[in-house]
């Protein structure tokens, strides 16, 4: 299930005759609008078409697009009751039930800070009428868009929430020297980060990866001539 709570609306445009998903990734990686202002578009994003009076959902997959109807539905606003553990918290204040939302989920739902339970583990919260205690580390857990993107996400240099698969170009370097292939448009996005992750300081001259290859294809055919050129001696 994809929850559309997880999400907000970063853009929209009218979208041209004969425009596919593709034509859209491909624009939102490589060619991105002057007026956008997001992430490049990647794994977890969703795309809405709307045509022909339809509106359709599509979830960026591993792989492709996946439609997802449910991101349109109206969803039903979960209670904490909905989610409760079947545990209870004892505090000086009372025995308080334990549900699994999250502090941001039960916030959303009207509840409010009361207090902390002894320990530590968890947070009490109240709307006046009820309560209900909730963990405290979810407090500090990383929201759903963050986490797909620690699974995903190709280095390192931005796990913020936003998912932005931009490898840098050293990187795609050594997976082509270790025999990987690579995307034109992953050689696109890490040229661009290089060059924004680079703003301000000296920028350092280095020979493209096709260059790299062909340098590398030149010294071992110059090698292997070589050895040839020995054995010929030696015979």
Do not use: C, W
């Not at 007026?35 to 578009?41: A, C, E, M, P, R």
């Not at 929201?143 to 913020?160: F, H, R, S, V, W």
Request: hydrophobic content about 30%; charged content about 30%; proline content about 4%.
């Amino acid at each position: 299930m994809v929850d559309r709570a997880n999400y907000e609306l970063v853009y929209s445009a009218p979208l041209a005759p004969e425009t596919s998903l593709e034509d859209i990734y491909t624009r939102f990686n490589i060619d991105h609008p002057k007026d956008f202002k997001g992430h490049s578009l990647s794994v977890s994003d969703v795309v809405v078409l709307h045509q022909d009076g339809q509106d359709a959902a599509h979830f960026v997959d591993s792989v492709g697009f996946r439609e997802v109807p449910e991101f349109l539905q109206e969803q039903k606003q979960l209670t904490p009751d909905d989610l409760e553990t079947g545990e209870t918290v004892k505090t000086p204040r009372g025995t308080f039930h334990v549900t699994a939302m999250s502090r941001e989920q039960i916030e959303a739902a009207g509840y409010g800070f009361h207090h902390q339970s002894d320990d530590g583990k968890y947070l009490i919260m109240g709307n006046g009428t009820r309560a209900f205690a909730v963990a405290a580390e979810q407090a500090q857990r990383d929201n759903p868009l963050k986490t797909a993107e620690q699974t995903t996400e190709q280095n390192g240099n931005m796990i913020d929430g936003i998912i932005n698969n931009t490898p840098t170009v050293d990187e795609l370097e050594a997976k082509v020297k270790a025999g990987e292939q690579i995307s034109l448009v992953d050689l696109a996005n890490a040229v661009k980060a290089d060059k924004e992750r680079g703003k301000g300081a000296k920028p350092e001259k280095k020979p493209s990866i096709r260059a790299q290859l062909r340098a590398d294809k030149e010294k071992a055919q110059k090698k292997n001539a070589k050895q040839k050129s020995q054995d010929l001696e030696r015979s």
